[in-house]
């Protein structure tokens, strides 16, 4: 096994680009000064540093190992598909390159890439859109997708790996993850990356300097989760940060009914025990605690009107002193320049707003909401369904108040139009939730652990209930996934 020695193999940023010939930029970069944490939830361990800012000016974290100086907002770059031309179906790189352009002008500066996002498409439309700018100006997250076996062997996931320098146009990868583990359990930690010897080739790159920082992103059994930070505590692998779901919801209340939904208190609480920063993911829960139940909407408004129901959320992520940085998709400048107002800087939630949001989180998981996060993991269908499609119609729904559960309810005929009539306009009918034959091919794959097919067909016999006019049990449904 391999280990890491930080006083003979590291290479810091500064020494790394000097190599390169750029010592400017990175006299640049390490002339930021180092203060102490923010002002946040007690906590006795250790943490990403806290560099302050004019007011205005993006709040930045440190990385323990290398010194980065890294936005705390940082840029999911999954979403690109979301700016694809109608017609032709090419991702526009104009749009993209105008959303990173003020990215980086307003302190961003950590960008999440992997090579299955966006049909393959992610990784050179970023690297485009990155290297219109200096290096030093830019943090680049990569990763190491092989998730299909036919991917699994040492050949394979080399050829991955070279790719994304080739796609991203770098010569060095400074936040390389092993994407997605724990969906398979340790048969699949093993093929992809144990066995086959990928992980100790990867450690070697790290001593090289072609890798900066290496960690793992975590959707799955919590079992390799532990083993993971076991190896780290044996010195045997060791993990510079770790990328998972974040939210106040999954704080304390991940749905137990999906076994890859673990509470983050626990994923979080035990990185920061080793000084290992996290990188969130899923703030907003899939865009679901952005627009949550009109009932909890007005909760938030009521206690903060000044605040947007999104940046709640936010706030409640980047107010943990690991939080390294906190990964959103915005496809959208408005997105985008939220998200930077609630971080520039960051107000950190007092512990009386965290028990608010607590509570908060208890009434929003009495709600029958689906978990899907739009990941679009799970497609494309063999059968051409849309499955993200399908689940998030339902969604909008529950969010809306609008669902048509109650044949006594006086405005059940107009719910039961809106939501019928939605969803064709949603999902083209060749596309639907009847066109499913149960294959089971989707929910493998799936990192919130939703039995697919089964909701599927729990949409299917709600759609044909509410056509032919039946009645039905609402339990039959949704309320007990």
């Known amino acids: 096994m391999n280990s890491r020695d930080d006083s003979n193999n590291f290479i810091s940023r500064r020494n790394f680009l000097k190599k390169l010939n750029t010592a400017t930029a990175a006299i640049g970069v390490s002339s930021l000064i180092r203060c102490t944490p923010e002002k946040s939830l007690p906590d006795s361990s250790p943490s990403p540093v806290q560099t302050p800012r004019k007011k205005g000016r993006m709040t930045l974290r440190t990385t323990p190992t290398t010194g980065d100086k890294v936005s705390l907002l940082g840029y999911g770059c999954m979403r690109w598909f979301a700016l694809r031309d109608k017609e032709t179906g090419i991702i526009d790189q104009e749009a993209v390159n105008r959303l990173v352009d003020y990215a980086i002008e307003h302190g961003v500066n950590y960008f999440d890439t992997a090579p299955v996002y966006c049909d393959g498409e992610c990784e050179r439309v970023t690297g485009i859109a990155l290297n219109r700018h200096p290096r030093d100006k830019w943090y680049v997250a990569a990763k190491i997708s092989n998730l299909s076996k036919s991917q699994w062997s040492r050949e ?76 780290h505590d044996e010195g045997r692998y060791t993990w510079d940060f770790a990328q998972i779901q974040l939210n106040y919801v999954d704080w304390r209340h991940a749905q137990e009914e999906h076994a890859r939904n673990i509470n983050a208190e626990y994923l979080y ?41 999104a940046s709640w959320a936010f706030r409640f992520a980047g107010t943990h002193p690991h939080v390294l940085s906190v990964l959103s998709g915005m496809p959208q400048m408005e997105h985008l320049q939220e998200n930077i107002e609630t971080y520039s800087p960051l107000e950190p939630l007092t512990q009386e707003d965290m028990d608010f949001l607590d509570s908060t989180a208890q009434k929003f998981v009495r709600y029958p909401l689906i978990p899907c996060n739009d990941c679009k993991y799970c497609m494309p269908c063999p059968y051409g369904i849309d499955i993200p499609g399908i689940l998030l119609h ?27 009539v939605g969803y064709d306009r949603a999902v083209p009918k060749m596309r639907q939730a009847n066109r499913c034959i149960g294959c089971g091919e989707c929910t493998p794959k799936c990192p919130q652990g939703i039995n697919i097919v089964r909701q599927l067909q729990r949409v299917d016999r709600f759609v044909e209930d509410l056509k032919q006019g039946r009645d039905f049990d609402r339990t039959n449904y949704f309320w007990s996934r």
Not at 159 to 176: A, P
Not at 288 to 307: C, F, G, Q, T, Y
């Open 269 to 309: 609480g035990e990185l920061a025990k080793r000084n290992i920063p996290s990188v969130i993911m899923e703030p907003l829960l899939g865009g679901r605690l952005a627009n949550v139940h009109e009932h909890i909407a007005s909760i938030l408004k009521e206690r903060r009107p000044d605040m947007s129901i």
């Open 394 to 420: 339902f969604n909008k729904c529950v969010n809306t108040d609008s669902m048509p559960v109650d044949r006594n309810d006086p405005d059940y005929a107009r719910h039961r139009r809106k939501f019928l």
């Open 156 to 231: 394979e996931t080399l050829k991955m790996y070279e790719n994304s320098f080739k796609e991203l146009q770098v010569d060095y990868i400074d936040y390389l993850l092993m994407h997605g583990i724990g969906m398979g359990g340790m048969e699949e930690l093993e093929g992809r990356f144990l066995n086959n010897g990928v992980l100790d080739f990867l450690l070697e790159e790290r001593k090289k300097g072609r890798i900066r920082n290496l960690g793992f992103s975590f959707h799955g059994d919590v079992k390799i989760f532990d083993y993971l930070l076991q190896l």
